[in-house]
């Protein structure tokens, strides 16, 4: 078995799906399934078992984040050219930018095309009241239609893809992989504050703007709690701003973007994990980290996150934008040292059994094998 990766920007770690990508690679090959990685976006490192398609690094991201006939088919025509050089037998596409060339491809080759969906879907953004997605995701329907395969990240993604009209049949749940924390989980918090962390890009539907109304709330009672923000965005201006207008800016810090291992580290050193947001996560990688390193979670009943936090065990979900909500349980954990240890212990004992890597990889080279078969 030869499975030939598609990755719009694989290795600069645009977000949780290249985080995912390299996961599963490293894993497969770990398991002596050869592998090789297509992407238009290489970054900073070269891989014997990463391909770069030459030229399309030129293109502008938000050309392959909307997408255009144009870039699909100069995609389609370099990845082709890449793949006649190699011996894939299996294409699976990581995420939907890259998926209308791909399918393209396996259409000439005649080999089976498998697509993880990490998005809810249809996508959508709105401008003067017009759907700037909405041709694009009749693309996308129509594709999916007539792939071989498709793996959902989690089944309220399942669920999307129903809903947005793909045959049943052809959806099979398969939770992403997460990374290895072996010795992360035996760090404690480097002072006496109860460190409260929240992380992700900073825009209007991850929520931060709720986790800081939350966090001064909390204040009023629990005067040694800290807040970690780690990320950056276009309202990294305004969050601080919103900061110092709650009077909480001394003791909230802004730290910026960090390198996915440092974020893990910092998981690590928190003593609770936040998450805040006000659209639907499709899993939430985030509460799955912060799980493997034993840390209790506050998150919003939204998506995806009340499939992966056992409420009221593992930490506690709650109502999105609800911030009064959110404040109450912040100030149950910050009061209560044994309570925190304990859902802590319980949110990884959780995590590890329902995302254990050897299950996922089986599900993943079964499906891979049964649709081969079927070619």
Request: net charge positive; aromatic share 8%.
């Amino acid at each position: 078995m030869n499975v030939g990766f598609v990755s719009t920007f694989y290795n600069e770690v645009y977000g949780g799906a290249e985080i995912s990508t390299r996961l599963l690679v490293k894993n497969l090959n770990e398991q002596n399934i050869k592998t090789k990685t297509f992407t238009p976006h290489s970054g900073f490192s070269k891989k014997d078992d990463l391909i770069l398609l030459s030229g399309l690094a030129l293109i502008p991201k938000k050309i392959f984040i909307l997408g255009s006939f144009l870039s699909d088919k100069l995609f389609a025509h370099m990845l082709y050219k890449k793949l006649l050089e190699e011996k894939i037998n299996i294409l699976h596409v990581q995420d939907l930018f890259a998926l209308p060339a791909t399918f393209l491809c396996a259409q000439r080759l005649r080999i089976p095309i498998i697509v993880t969906v990490r998005d809810n879907l249809p996508r959508e953004f709105f401008v003067k009241n017009i759907n700037i997605f909405a041709l694009r995701n009749k693309t996308y329907k129509a594709i999916l239609q007539k792939c071989d395969g498709i793996i959902a990240i989690s089944e309220h993604i399942r669920q999307k893809l129903i809903s947005f009209g793909i045959w049943v049949d052809k959806i099979k749940v398969i939770y992403n992989l997460l990374p290895e924390v072996e010795g992360r989980s035996k760090l404690v918090p480097i002072n006496d504050n109860i460190r409260f962390l929240v992380a992700g890009r900073l825009e209007k539907e991850k929520g931060f703007d709720i986790a800081l109304k939350a966090f001064a709330i909390a204040r009023t009672q629990c005067e040694n709690i800290t807040l970690e923000i780690v990320g950056a965005g276009p309202e990294s201006s305004s969050l601080r701003k919103f900061a110092c207008i709650l009077k909480v800016d001394n003791h909230v810090a802004f730290l910026g973007k960090v390198s996915h291992e440092s974020l893990l580290q910092r998981y690590a050193q928190a003593d609770v994990v936040l998450i805040p947001s006000v659209y639907e996560e499709p899993l939430g990688r985030i509460a799955l980290e912060a799980g493997r390193v034993g840390k209790p979670v506050i998150a919003s009943r939204i998506g995806g996150l009340p499939e992966i936090i056992d409420h009221g065990k593992a930490g506690y979900l709650v109502e999105a934008t609800n911030h009064d909500e959110m404040a109450k349980k912040i100030i149950i954990l910050a009061k209560d040292k044994e309570l925190r240890k304990k859902m802590g212990d319980h949110n990884r004992d959780f995590v590890t059994k329902k995302f254990n890597t050897q299950k996922i990889l089986a599900q993943t080279i079964n499906y891979y094998q049964t649709l081969l078969n079927k070619y």
